[in-house]
Protein backbone atom coordinates (compact mmCIF):
# COMPACT_ATOMS: atom_id res chain seq x y z
CA UNK A 1 0.00 0.00 0.00
CA UNK A 2 3.16 2.04 0.72
CA UNK A 3 4.59 1.51 -2.30
CA UNK A 4 1.30 1.75 -4.67
CA UNK A 5 1.32 5.11 -2.76
CA UNK A 6 4.48 6.05 -3.24
CA UNK A 7 4.70 5.18 -6.80
CA UNK A 8 1.22 7.47 -7.63
CA UNK A 9 2.68 10.47 -5.78
CA UNK A 10 5.65 10.34 -7.73
CA UNK A 11 4.10 9.67 -11.13
CA UNK A 12 1.63 12.23 -10.15
CA UNK A 13 4.21 15.11 -9.42
CA UNK A 14 6.48 14.19 -12.51
CA UNK A 15 3.54 14.11 -14.76
CA UNK A 16 2.04 17.75 -13.29
CA UNK A 17 5.94 19.42 -13.61
CA UNK A 18 5.49 18.60 -17.31
CA UNK A 19 2.08 19.40 -17.91
CA UNK A 20 2.61 22.68 -16.39
CA UNK A 21 4.56 24.01 -18.67
CA UNK A 22 4.98 27.28 -18.30
CA UNK A 23 5.01 27.81 -14.59
CA UNK A 24 7.45 24.82 -14.12
CA UNK A 25 9.96 26.64 -16.49
CA UNK A 26 9.26 29.63 -14.69
CA UNK A 27 9.86 27.66 -11.67
CA UNK A 28 13.24 26.34 -13.12
CA UNK A 29 14.96 29.55 -14.18
CA UNK A 30 14.17 31.46 -10.63
CA UNK A 31 16.00 28.10 -9.12
CA UNK A 32 18.74 27.55 -11.45
CA UNK A 33 19.20 31.68 -10.95
CA UNK A 34 19.73 30.83 -7.50
CA UNK A 35 22.19 27.52 -7.64
CA UNK A 36 24.15 29.50 -10.03
CA UNK A 37 24.24 32.83 -6.90
CA UNK A 38 25.32 29.93 -4.30
CA UNK A 39 27.86 27.92 -6.65
CA UNK A 40 28.90 31.09 -7.98
CA UNK A 41 29.97 32.10 -4.64
CA UNK A 42 31.37 28.61 -3.97
CA UNK A 43 33.92 29.97 -7.07
CA UNK A 44 34.47 33.27 -6.33
CA UNK A 45 35.44 32.11 -2.46
CA UNK A 46 37.91 29.67 -4.28
CA UNK A 47 39.28 32.30 -6.04
CA UNK A 48 39.24 34.61 -2.99
CA UNK A 49 41.68 32.07 -1.15
CA UNK A 50 43.63 31.47 -3.65
CA UNK A 51 44.40 35.53 -4.22
CA UNK A 52 44.57 35.74 -0.09
CA UNK A 53 46.72 32.65 0.05
CA UNK A 54 49.19 34.52 -3.51
CA UNK A 55 49.13 37.90 -1.01
CA UNK A 56 50.21 36.26 1.81
CA UNK A 57 52.95 34.08 0.41
CA UNK A 58 54.53 37.40 -0.97
CA UNK A 59 54.54 38.51 2.19
CA UNK A 60 57.33 37.70 4.45
CA UNK A 61 60.04 39.43 5.90
CA UNK A 62 63.56 38.87 6.02
CA UNK A 63 66.93 38.58 8.55
CA UNK A 64 69.93 39.75 7.93
CA UNK A 65 72.91 38.42 9.71
CA UNK A 66 75.96 40.42 10.51
CA UNK A 67 78.78 39.10 8.06
CA UNK A 68 80.56 37.30 11.39
CA UNK A 69 77.59 35.05 12.42
CA UNK A 70 78.97 31.99 12.53
CA UNK A 71 76.25 29.17 10.36
CA UNK A 72 75.41 27.44 13.32
CA UNK A 73 74.37 30.19 15.35
CA UNK A 74 72.72 31.79 12.50
CA UNK A 75 70.71 27.78 12.31
CA UNK A 76 70.24 28.14 16.27
CA UNK A 77 68.14 31.25 15.55
CA UNK A 78 66.26 29.45 12.80
CA UNK A 79 65.44 26.75 15.16
CA UNK A 80 63.92 29.12 17.72
CA UNK A 81 62.25 30.83 15.29
CA UNK A 82 61.00 27.78 13.69
CA UNK A 83 59.08 27.10 17.14
CA UNK A 84 57.34 30.10 17.87
CA UNK A 85 53.29 29.22 16.94
CA UNK A 86 53.16 32.06 14.14
CA UNK A 87 56.14 31.12 11.97
CA UNK A 88 54.82 28.77 9.33
CA UNK A 89 58.31 28.59 7.24
CA UNK A 90 61.69 29.62 7.54
CA UNK A 91 64.34 29.71 4.45
CA UNK A 92 68.08 29.98 5.34
CA UNK A 93 69.85 31.49 3.09
CA UNK A 94 73.67 31.45 3.43
CA UNK A 95 76.21 33.86 2.41
CA UNK A 96 77.23 31.93 -0.27
CA UNK A 97 74.16 31.68 -1.43
CA UNK A 98 73.66 34.92 -1.47
CA UNK A 99 76.64 36.32 -3.27
CA UNK A 100 75.39 33.53 -5.70
CA UNK A 101 72.42 35.26 -5.70
CA UNK A 102 73.54 38.82 -6.03
CA UNK A 103 76.09 37.70 -8.88
CA UNK A 104 73.19 36.32 -10.76
CA UNK A 105 70.42 39.36 -10.66
CA UNK A 106 73.35 41.95 -11.50
CA UNK A 107 74.83 39.76 -14.39
CA UNK A 108 74.81 42.06 -16.98
CA UNK A 109 76.28 44.69 -14.50
CA UNK A 110 79.86 44.67 -15.39
CA UNK A 111 80.68 47.62 -12.88
CA UNK A 112 79.54 46.07 -9.67
CA UNK A 113 80.83 42.94 -10.53
CA UNK A 114 84.21 44.30 -11.22
CA UNK A 115 84.32 45.65 -7.09
CA UNK A 116 82.62 42.67 -5.77
CA UNK A 117 86.19 40.97 -7.03
CA UNK A 118 87.63 43.76 -5.48
CA UNK A 119 86.98 42.75 -2.09
CA UNK A 120 88.38 39.83 -0.68
CA UNK A 121 86.01 38.57 1.08
CA UNK A 122 82.07 37.92 0.95
CA UNK A 123 80.12 41.16 1.77
CA UNK A 124 76.57 39.55 2.09
CA UNK A 125 75.54 37.96 5.88
CA UNK A 126 73.24 34.86 5.78
CA UNK A 127 69.54 35.65 6.38
CA UNK A 128 66.86 34.22 7.26
CA UNK A 129 63.79 34.40 5.38
CA UNK A 130 60.30 34.02 7.38
CA UNK A 131 57.16 33.23 6.38
CA UNK A 132 54.17 34.18 9.17
CA UNK A 133 50.92 31.76 8.83
CA UNK A 134 49.00 35.17 8.88
CA UNK A 135 49.62 38.41 7.68
CA UNK A 136 48.72 39.87 11.36
CA UNK A 137 51.71 37.73 13.12
CA UNK A 138 54.72 39.32 11.89
CA UNK A 139 54.71 42.09 14.29
CA UNK A 140 54.80 39.60 16.87
CA UNK A 141 57.63 38.04 15.23
CA UNK A 142 59.50 41.63 14.52
CA UNK A 143 58.95 41.97 18.45
CA UNK A 144 61.22 38.74 19.52
CA UNK A 145 63.67 39.36 16.38
CA UNK A 146 64.18 43.01 17.67
CA UNK A 147 64.13 41.70 21.21
CA UNK A 148 67.49 40.93 23.23
CA UNK A 149 67.34 37.27 23.60
CA UNK A 150 69.76 35.27 24.26
CA UNK A 151 69.21 33.12 21.28
CA UNK A 152 69.83 36.29 19.15
CA UNK A 153 73.67 36.79 21.03
CA UNK A 154 76.27 35.24 19.31
CA UNK A 155 78.88 33.60 21.52
CA UNK A 156 80.66 36.64 22.76
CA UNK A 157 76.93 38.25 23.77
CA UNK A 158 77.41 41.10 20.37
CA UNK A 159 74.29 40.61 18.40
CA UNK A 160 74.42 38.73 15.45
CA UNK A 161 71.37 40.51 13.66
CA UNK A 162 72.50 43.14 11.29
CA UNK A 163 68.71 44.36 10.10
CA UNK A 164 65.39 43.22 9.78
CA UNK A 165 63.54 44.02 7.05
CA UNK A 166 60.33 44.49 8.83
CA UNK A 167 60.31 48.38 9.91
CA UNK A 168 60.64 49.08 5.90
CA UNK A 169 57.51 46.48 4.99
CA UNK A 170 55.25 47.27 7.69
CA UNK A 171 52.94 49.33 6.53
CA UNK A 172 52.42 47.00 3.38
CA UNK A 173 51.76 44.24 5.84
CA UNK A 174 49.60 45.71 7.69
CA UNK A 175 47.58 47.40 4.94
CA UNK A 176 48.02 43.90 3.12
CA UNK A 177 46.33 42.10 6.62
CA UNK A 178 43.42 44.48 7.20
CA UNK A 179 42.32 44.47 3.43
CA UNK A 180 42.53 40.54 3.08
CA UNK A 181 40.38 40.97 6.39
CA UNK A 182 37.60 43.29 4.68
CA UNK A 183 37.36 41.38 1.68
CA UNK A 184 37.17 37.74 3.67
CA UNK A 185 34.28 39.58 5.51
CA UNK A 186 32.48 41.87 2.89
CA UNK A 187 32.76 38.54 0.57
CA UNK A 188 30.73 37.24 3.20
CA UNK A 189 28.07 39.41 3.65
CA UNK A 190 27.36 40.10 0.13
CA UNK A 191 27.23 35.84 0.09
CA UNK A 192 24.71 35.50 2.71
CA UNK A 193 22.86 38.25 1.63
CA UNK A 194 22.25 37.05 -2.04
CA UNK A 195 21.50 33.58 -0.83
CA UNK A 196 18.76 34.81 1.52
CA UNK A 197 17.70 36.86 -1.27
CA UNK A 198 17.65 34.24 -4.13
CA UNK A 199 16.06 32.02 -1.61
CA UNK A 200 13.68 34.15 -1.10
CA UNK A 201 12.45 35.09 -4.61
CA UNK A 202 12.31 30.63 -5.15
CA UNK A 203 10.10 30.59 -2.29
CA UNK A 204 7.62 33.41 -3.91
CA UNK A 205 7.75 32.14 -7.20
CA UNK A 206 6.91 28.42 -5.86
CA UNK A 207 3.93 29.44 -3.54
CA UNK A 208 2.72 31.59 -6.65
CA UNK A 209 2.78 28.55 -8.74
CA UNK A 210 0.70 26.53 -6.21
CA UNK A 211 -1.97 29.46 -5.52
CA UNK A 212 -2.57 29.01 -9.31
CA UNK A 213 -3.37 25.31 -8.08
CA UNK A 214 -5.70 26.37 -4.97
CA UNK A 215 -9.18 25.31 -6.98
CA UNK A 216 -6.81 21.72 -7.91
CA UNK A 217 -6.46 21.59 -4.38
CA UNK A 218 -9.51 21.58 -2.94
CA UNK A 219 -11.29 19.55 -5.58
CA UNK A 220 -8.75 17.09 -4.59
CA UNK A 221 -9.84 17.81 -0.66
CA UNK A 222 -13.54 16.75 -2.06
CA UNK A 223 -12.91 13.53 -3.60
CA UNK A 224 -11.62 12.39 -0.63
CA UNK A 225 -7.42 12.23 -1.03
CA UNK A 226 -5.16 12.85 2.10
CA UNK A 227 -3.45 15.12 3.26
CA UNK A 228 -0.30 13.55 2.31
CA UNK A 229 -1.70 12.30 -1.24
CA UNK A 230 -2.29 16.10 -2.03
CA UNK A 231 0.71 17.43 -0.68
CA UNK A 232 2.99 14.85 -1.78
CA UNK A 233 3.29 15.55 -5.65
CA UNK A 234 3.31 18.92 -5.01
CA UNK A 235 6.50 18.32 -3.02
CA UNK A 236 7.84 15.71 -6.18
CA UNK A 237 7.21 18.56 -8.71
CA UNK A 238 9.45 20.94 -6.71
CA UNK A 239 11.94 18.48 -6.28
CA UNK A 240 12.02 17.66 -9.81
CA UNK A 241 12.35 21.62 -10.33
CA UNK A 242 15.68 21.64 -8.09
CA UNK A 243 16.92 18.61 -9.42
CA UNK A 244 16.84 20.15 -13.17
CA UNK A 245 18.03 23.31 -11.97
CA UNK A 246 20.57 21.53 -9.98
CA UNK A 247 21.49 19.62 -13.10
CA UNK A 248 21.85 22.72 -15.49
CA UNK A 249 23.99 24.70 -13.44
CA UNK A 250 26.47 21.61 -12.85
CA UNK A 251 26.79 21.29 -16.48
CA UNK A 252 27.23 25.13 -17.35
CA UNK A 253 29.80 25.90 -14.67
CA UNK A 254 32.03 22.50 -15.96
CA UNK A 255 31.90 24.44 -19.84
CA UNK A 256 32.18 27.69 -18.84
CA UNK A 257 35.17 26.95 -16.41
CA UNK A 258 36.89 24.76 -18.99
CA UNK A 259 36.34 27.58 -21.63
CA UNK A 260 37.28 30.27 -19.31
CA UNK A 261 39.88 28.72 -17.82
CA UNK A 262 41.46 27.92 -21.50
CA UNK A 263 41.14 31.28 -22.99
CA UNK A 264 41.27 33.49 -20.35
CA UNK A 265 43.15 31.72 -17.74
CA UNK A 266 45.99 34.33 -17.87
CA UNK A 267 43.88 36.75 -16.47
CA UNK A 268 42.95 34.49 -13.39
CA UNK A 269 47.22 34.91 -12.28
CA UNK A 270 47.99 30.99 -11.88
CA UNK A 271 44.31 29.98 -10.67
CA UNK A 272 43.13 26.91 -12.66
CA UNK A 273 39.44 27.68 -12.36
CA UNK A 274 38.62 24.69 -14.18
CA UNK A 275 40.69 22.35 -11.99
CA UNK A 276 39.57 24.01 -8.45
CA UNK A 277 35.77 23.22 -10.28
CA UNK A 278 37.22 19.56 -11.17
CA UNK A 279 38.76 19.14 -7.73
CA UNK A 280 35.76 20.59 -6.33
CA UNK A 281 32.89 18.49 -7.95
CA UNK A 282 31.31 16.40 -5.56
CA UNK A 283 31.15 18.92 -3.07
CA UNK A 284 29.69 21.20 -5.26
CA UNK A 285 27.26 18.46 -7.18
CA UNK A 286 26.31 18.15 -3.42
CA UNK A 287 25.57 21.34 -2.88
CA UNK A 288 23.78 22.30 -5.32
CA UNK A 289 21.44 18.89 -5.99
CA UNK A 290 21.04 18.99 -1.85
CA UNK A 291 19.69 22.68 -1.95
CA UNK A 292 18.29 22.60 -4.96
CA UNK A 293 16.04 19.50 -3.78
CA UNK A 294 16.15 21.23 -0.32
CA UNK A 295 14.59 24.45 -1.54
CA UNK A 296 12.11 23.18 -4.45
CA UNK A 297 10.61 20.45 -1.74
CA UNK A 298 10.23 22.52 1.32
CA UNK A 299 9.26 25.51 -0.35
CA UNK A 300 5.99 23.26 -2.22
CA UNK A 301 5.58 21.77 1.02
CA UNK A 302 5.06 24.75 2.88
CA UNK A 303 3.02 26.08 0.24
CA UNK A 304 0.35 23.72 0.04
CA UNK A 305 0.13 23.74 3.62
CA UNK A 306 -1.43 26.18 3.51
CA UNK A 307 -4.44 25.51 1.47
CA UNK A 308 -4.85 22.78 3.23
CA UNK A 309 -5.41 24.22 6.68
CA UNK A 310 -9.55 24.08 6.61
CA UNK B 1 -29.68 7.13 6.48
CA UNK B 2 -29.12 10.50 6.73
CA UNK B 3 -30.57 12.75 9.33
CA UNK B 4 -30.67 16.30 9.68
CA UNK B 5 -31.45 17.32 13.32
CA UNK B 6 -32.53 20.76 14.22
CA UNK B 7 -29.15 21.89 11.96
CA UNK B 8 -28.74 25.57 12.30
CA UNK B 9 -26.06 27.21 10.62
CA UNK B 10 -25.20 31.24 11.12
CA UNK B 11 -22.24 32.81 9.25
CA UNK B 12 -19.84 34.73 11.19
CA UNK B 13 -21.24 37.86 8.90
CA UNK B 14 -25.24 36.89 10.69
CA UNK B 15 -26.44 35.49 8.10
CA UNK B 16 -28.65 32.57 8.93
CA UNK B 17 -28.51 29.86 6.34
CA UNK B 18 -30.06 26.80 7.89
CA UNK B 19 -32.68 27.45 11.06
CA UNK B 20 -33.65 24.33 12.70
CA UNK B 21 -33.83 22.09 9.66
CA UNK B 22 -34.74 18.73 10.15
CA UNK B 23 -34.67 16.20 7.62
CA UNK B 24 -34.42 12.49 7.19
CA UNK B 25 -32.74 10.43 4.07
CA UNK B 26 -33.52 6.99 3.94
CA UNK B 27 -31.33 4.84 1.47
CA UNK B 28 -31.76 4.74 -2.19
CA UNK B 29 -34.00 7.53 -2.31
CA UNK B 30 -34.12 10.46 -4.79
CA UNK B 31 -34.35 13.60 -3.26
CA UNK B 32 -34.47 17.05 -4.47
CA UNK B 33 -33.62 19.74 -2.90
CA UNK B 34 -35.24 23.23 -4.19
CA UNK B 35 -35.25 27.09 -3.14
CA UNK B 36 -34.13 30.44 -3.97
CA UNK B 37 -31.07 31.45 -3.47
CA UNK B 38 -29.26 31.55 -0.83
CA UNK B 39 -32.08 29.28 0.64
CA UNK B 40 -29.30 26.87 2.48
CA UNK B 41 -29.14 24.52 -0.04
CA UNK B 42 -25.13 24.61 -0.63
CA UNK B 43 -24.90 24.92 3.12
CA UNK B 44 -26.99 21.59 3.09
CA UNK B 45 -24.51 20.11 1.05
CA UNK B 46 -21.47 21.15 2.44
CA UNK B 47 -22.76 20.00 5.55
CA UNK B 48 -23.06 16.56 4.28
CA UNK B 49 -19.30 16.48 3.08
CA UNK B 50 -17.94 18.03 6.62
CA UNK B 51 -17.10 21.42 4.33
CA UNK B 52 -19.14 23.13 7.34
CA UNK B 53 -19.96 22.58 10.49
CA UNK B 54 -23.15 23.17 12.26
CA UNK B 55 -24.26 26.32 14.87
CA UNK B 56 -26.15 23.68 16.78
CA UNK B 57 -28.11 20.87 15.74
CA UNK B 58 -26.07 17.52 14.65
CA UNK B 59 -25.72 15.73 10.72
CA UNK B 60 -25.89 11.81 10.94
CA UNK B 61 -24.65 9.86 8.40
CA UNK B 62 -26.01 6.31 9.58
CA UNK B 63 -24.41 6.08 13.18
CA UNK B 64 -21.40 8.35 12.67
CA UNK B 65 -21.76 12.36 13.60
CA UNK B 66 -20.56 13.67 10.27
CA UNK B 67 -19.20 17.35 12.15
CA UNK B 68 -17.37 15.69 14.66
CA UNK B 69 -15.29 13.34 12.45
CA UNK B 70 -11.99 13.76 13.58
CA UNK B 71 -9.80 15.57 10.92
CA UNK B 72 -7.85 13.03 9.50
CA UNK B 73 -11.23 10.64 9.16
CA UNK B 74 -12.33 13.21 6.67
CA UNK B 75 -11.02 11.64 3.87
CA UNK B 76 -11.70 8.35 4.33
CA UNK B 77 -15.57 9.74 4.93
CA UNK B 78 -15.75 11.47 1.68
CA UNK B 79 -15.09 8.24 -0.33
CA UNK B 80 -18.01 7.67 0.48
CA UNK B 81 -19.98 10.21 -1.35
CA UNK B 82 -19.82 10.90 -4.78
CA UNK B 83 -20.20 14.53 -5.46
CA UNK B 84 -20.84 16.63 -8.53
CA UNK B 85 -21.31 20.30 -8.97
CA UNK B 86 -22.26 22.85 -11.34
CA UNK B 87 -18.79 24.26 -12.15
CA UNK B 88 -17.57 20.48 -12.69
CA UNK B 89 -14.66 20.93 -10.57
CA UNK B 90 -12.23 18.66 -12.70
CA UNK B 91 -8.78 18.37 -12.40
CA UNK B 92 -7.50 20.87 -15.75
CA UNK B 93 -4.20 19.36 -15.63
CA UNK B 94 -5.33 15.10 -16.07
CA UNK B 95 -6.85 13.42 -19.16
CA UNK B 96 -10.56 12.38 -18.62
CA UNK B 97 -8.72 8.83 -17.80
CA UNK B 98 -6.69 10.24 -14.87
CA UNK B 99 -9.69 12.15 -13.65
CA UNK B 100 -11.35 9.51 -12.88
CA UNK B 101 -8.40 6.97 -12.08
CA UNK B 102 -7.98 9.67 -9.38
CA UNK B 103 -10.51 9.24 -7.05
CA UNK B 104 -9.91 5.56 -7.02
CA UNK B 105 -6.56 6.23 -6.68
CA UNK B 106 -7.13 8.21 -3.40
CA UNK B 107 -9.36 5.50 -1.97
CA UNK B 108 -5.85 2.93 -2.53
CA UNK B 109 -8.04 1.06 -5.12
CA UNK B 110 -5.40 -1.54 -7.19
CA UNK B 111 -4.02 -0.72 -10.64
CA UNK B 112 -5.68 -3.51 -11.58
CA UNK B 113 -9.31 -2.66 -10.29
CA UNK B 114 -8.66 1.07 -12.21
CA UNK B 115 -7.84 -0.42 -15.37
CA UNK B 116 -11.13 -2.39 -14.86
CA UNK B 117 -13.62 -0.02 -13.59
CA UNK B 118 -12.41 3.42 -15.66
CA UNK B 119 -13.17 2.20 -18.86
CA UNK B 120 -16.71 0.62 -17.67
CA UNK B 121 -18.00 3.98 -15.67
CA UNK B 122 -16.83 6.08 -19.27
CA UNK B 123 -19.03 4.08 -21.17
CA UNK B 124 -21.81 4.62 -19.05
CA UNK B 125 -21.63 8.12 -19.20
CA UNK B 126 -20.74 7.67 -22.93
CA UNK B 127 -17.85 9.09 -22.93
CA UNK B 128 -15.23 6.43 -23.79
CA UNK B 129 -13.92 7.63 -26.48
CA UNK B 130 -12.88 10.95 -25.18
CA UNK B 131 -10.74 9.06 -22.45
CA UNK B 132 -7.55 10.90 -23.21
CA UNK B 133 -8.81 14.56 -23.95
CA UNK B 134 -8.19 17.13 -21.14
CA UNK B 135 -11.36 19.13 -19.31
CA UNK B 136 -10.68 21.65 -21.87
CA UNK B 137 -11.30 20.11 -24.91
CA UNK B 138 -14.51 18.93 -23.46
CA UNK B 139 -18.25 20.32 -23.97
CA UNK B 140 -19.63 21.76 -20.77
CA UNK B 141 -22.09 18.86 -20.71
CA UNK B 142 -19.57 16.50 -21.45
CA UNK B 143 -17.86 17.80 -18.69
CA UNK B 144 -20.44 16.81 -16.32
CA UNK B 145 -21.06 13.72 -17.55
CA UNK B 146 -17.09 13.37 -16.49
CA UNK B 147 -17.69 14.71 -12.91
CA UNK B 148 -20.96 11.98 -12.60
CA UNK B 149 -18.21 9.00 -14.11
CA UNK B 150 -15.77 10.23 -11.05
CA UNK B 151 -18.71 10.55 -8.55
CA UNK B 152 -19.69 7.34 -9.03
CA UNK B 153 -16.23 5.21 -9.35
CA UNK B 154 -15.75 4.06 -6.19
CA UNK B 155 -19.70 3.09 -6.05
CA UNK B 156 -20.47 5.74 -3.06
CA UNK B 157 -23.59 5.12 -0.93
CA UNK B 158 -24.39 8.67 -2.03
CA UNK B 159 -24.33 11.08 -4.50
CA UNK B 160 -24.66 14.70 -4.31
CA UNK B 161 -25.17 16.66 -7.47
CA UNK B 162 -25.01 20.43 -6.31
CA UNK B 163 -27.30 22.35 -8.93
CA UNK B 164 -25.03 19.92 -11.38
CA UNK B 165 -27.50 21.16 -14.99
CA UNK B 166 -27.20 24.82 -13.62
CA UNK B 167 -24.54 25.45 -16.62
CA UNK B 168 -25.91 23.30 -19.04
CA UNK B 169 -28.10 23.15 -22.17
CA UNK B 170 -31.78 21.74 -22.36
CA UNK B 171 -30.20 18.61 -24.00
CA UNK B 172 -27.53 17.98 -21.62
CA UNK B 173 -29.32 19.05 -18.60
CA UNK B 174 -31.93 15.56 -19.87
CA UNK B 175 -28.84 13.13 -19.99
CA UNK B 176 -26.93 14.21 -16.85
CA UNK B 177 -30.83 14.20 -15.04
CA UNK B 178 -31.38 10.41 -16.66
CA UNK B 179 -27.76 9.13 -15.31
CA UNK B 180 -28.56 10.25 -12.06
CA UNK B 181 -31.82 8.68 -12.27
CA UNK B 182 -29.87 5.50 -13.36
CA UNK B 183 -27.73 5.82 -10.75
CA UNK B 184 -30.41 5.49 -8.51
CA UNK B 185 -31.94 2.58 -9.81
CA UNK B 186 -29.07 1.12 -9.27
CA UNK B 187 -28.81 1.53 -5.81
CA UNK B 188 -27.58 4.66 -4.93
CA UNK B 189 -28.61 7.02 -2.93
CA UNK B 190 -28.89 10.89 -4.64
CA UNK B 191 -29.49 14.47 -3.14
CA UNK B 192 -30.11 16.84 -6.12
CA UNK B 193 -30.06 20.84 -5.62
CA UNK B 194 -31.55 22.42 -8.68
CA UNK B 195 -33.36 25.35 -9.88
CA UNK B 196 -34.99 23.97 -12.63
CA UNK B 197 -38.21 23.27 -12.23
CA UNK B 198 -38.55 20.61 -15.52
CA UNK B 199 -35.74 18.68 -14.14
CA UNK B 200 -38.13 18.43 -10.58
CA UNK B 201 -41.52 18.15 -12.46
CA UNK B 202 -39.98 15.54 -14.40
CA UNK B 203 -38.58 13.21 -11.76
CA UNK B 204 -41.60 12.60 -9.54
CA UNK B 205 -39.93 11.93 -6.49
CA UNK B 206 -39.57 13.39 -3.41
CA UNK B 207 -38.93 17.40 -2.74
CA UNK B 208 -37.81 19.05 -0.56
CA UNK B 209 -38.47 23.20 -0.40
CA UNK B 210 -36.03 25.15 1.53
CA UNK B 211 -36.80 28.79 2.47
CA UNK B 212 -34.67 31.09 4.63
CA UNK B 213 -32.83 28.29 5.89
CA UNK B 214 -36.09 26.12 7.05
CA UNK B 215 -37.89 23.36 5.93
CA UNK B 216 -41.36 24.76 4.29
CA UNK B 217 -42.54 21.56 2.62
CA UNK B 218 -41.69 17.89 1.86
CA UNK B 219 -43.73 15.92 -0.89
CA UNK B 220 -43.21 12.70 -1.38
CA UNK B 221 -43.40 12.51 -4.85
CA UNK B 222 -43.62 16.66 -5.40
CA UNK B 223 -43.58 19.27 -7.90
CA UNK B 224 -41.40 22.69 -8.26
CA UNK B 225 -43.66 24.88 -5.77
CA UNK B 226 -42.25 28.14 -4.83
Known amino acids: MFWLSAKRVWRGGIQSFFRNGFVSLSSVIIMTITLFIISSVFILNGLLDFGVSQVKEKVDISVYFVTTASEEEVLDVKMSLEALPEVSKVDYISSDQALADFKEKNKGDELTLQALAQLDENPLGASLNIKAKDPSQYEGIADFLNSDSNELLSASSTKIIDSVNYSKNKLIITRASRILDSINTVGLALAILFIVISVVIVFNTIRLSIYMSRDEISVMHLVGASTKFIKGPFVVSGMVCGIISAFLVVTFFAISTYFVTKYYGNYLVGFDLFKYYMGNFFQILGVLFGSGILLGGLASYLAVHKYLKN | ?226
Open chain 2, 1 to 226: MIIFEKVTKIYPDGTVALDEATIKIEPKEFVSVVGHSGAGKTTLVKMLLAEEKPTSGRVFYESVDINRLRHVDIPKFRRKVGTVFQDFRLLPNKTVYENIAFAMEVSGRSEEEIKADVPHVLELVDLFNKAMNFPHELSGGEKQRVAIARAIVNQPDIIIADEPTGNLDPINTNEVVRILKKINDLGTTVILTTHNKGVIDSLGKRVITLEKGKVIRDDPTGKYVI
